[in-house]
């Protein structure tokens, strides 16, 4: 039997439907927190976020699937009210494996993983960044920050700032303006730039004084930390297909259909 985990937004609704999955899955799976090789995720695309991030440590051994309590789950590929089809397939046990890209951020003191994206935010001033792409100058960027995003991350913040939207297991990360300032003296590349695994984004900074790096939820004072380094992950978050799902209609379901 295989060992599963339940990562459960903490609202009444995904509660009570994680008690019901739990009274169910017993029955042909072993419930174990700490190593679970399936992690269903009961909540919105932010469960899922937190769910991977838990078991960031193990993405070699877990493999992920969601149902989703909230109006929009672009991560999820259950309804709530699909939960007992969820079970079913779980018992039949017939599913692909969906592989999902991530992004590797460096500061000089610590390293992170993210599924959607890394971003450098400044609210307070104008942000000024040095941008380096396999070690050569590449701009000088001014304005709020910048994003970087997953194929997976597309969809979320990246998608509010006018980036593309790239099929979500595409090895390719996409570098976006979040405000930026372009006039005769300052100037930058001004559109979203699309990158593969080839390249290494370096974002340098006299001061990242009032920034903060953002990954997926998580967000980190930059304070006096003056560069950042992303690129590609080897890693990468394995998701539990047992719904063929294809990706337009997901980008359908999500964005057109009213
Ligand atoms: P949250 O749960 O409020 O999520 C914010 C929204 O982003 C939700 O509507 C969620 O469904 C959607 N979302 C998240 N990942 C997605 C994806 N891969 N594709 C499509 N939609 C997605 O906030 P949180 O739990 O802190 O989640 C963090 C994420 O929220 C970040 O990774 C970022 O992408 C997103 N976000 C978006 C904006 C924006 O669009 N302006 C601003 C802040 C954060």
Do not use: W
Request: net charge neutral; hydrophobic share 35%; glycine share 6%.
């Amino acid at each position: 039997m295989k060992t599963y985990a339940i990562v459960c937004k903490q609202d009444p609704q995904s509660l009570s439907l994680s008690e019901k999955l739990k009274a169910q899955l017993n029955d042909i799976l072993i419930y174990d927190e700490e190593h679970p090789e399936m992690v269903i995720s009961v909540g919105g695309d932010g469960t899922m976020l937190y769910s991977v991030h838990k078991y960031m440590d193990q993405l070699e051994r877990v493999a992920f699937i969601g149902i989703h309590t909230g109006t929009l789950g672009f991560l999820t590929d259950y309804q709530r009210d699909e939960y007992q089809q969820l079970i079913d397939d779980i018992r039949k046990g017939d599913y692909l494996i969906y592989e999902r890209h991530l992004l590797e951020v460096k500061t000089k003191e610590e390293k992170y993983l993210a599924l959607n994206e890394v971003r450098v935010e400044n609210n307070r001033r104008s942000q000024v960044i040095d941008v380096y792409i396999n070690d050569d100058f590449f701009e000088t960027f001014r304005g709020n920050g910048l994003c970087v995003s997953t194929a997976s991350g597309s969809t979320a913040y990246n998608k509010s700032l006018g980036g593309a939207v790239i099929n979500s297991n595409a090895g390719l990360m996409q570098l976006s303006e979040i405000a930026g300032i372009h006039h005769n003296a300052y100037r930058s590349l001004g559109s979203p730039l699309i990158l593969d695994k080839s390249h290494t984004i370096h974002l340098q900074s006299q001061s990242y004084q009032g920034a903060i790096l953002g990954v997926d939820h998580l967000v980190i004072d930059l304070k006096d930390k003056d560069s950042i380094d992303i690129a590609m992950a080897n890693q990468k978050a394995r998701f539990l297909q047992y719904k063929r799902v294809p990706f337009t209609k997901r980008l359908k379901r999500a964005y057109l259909r009213s």
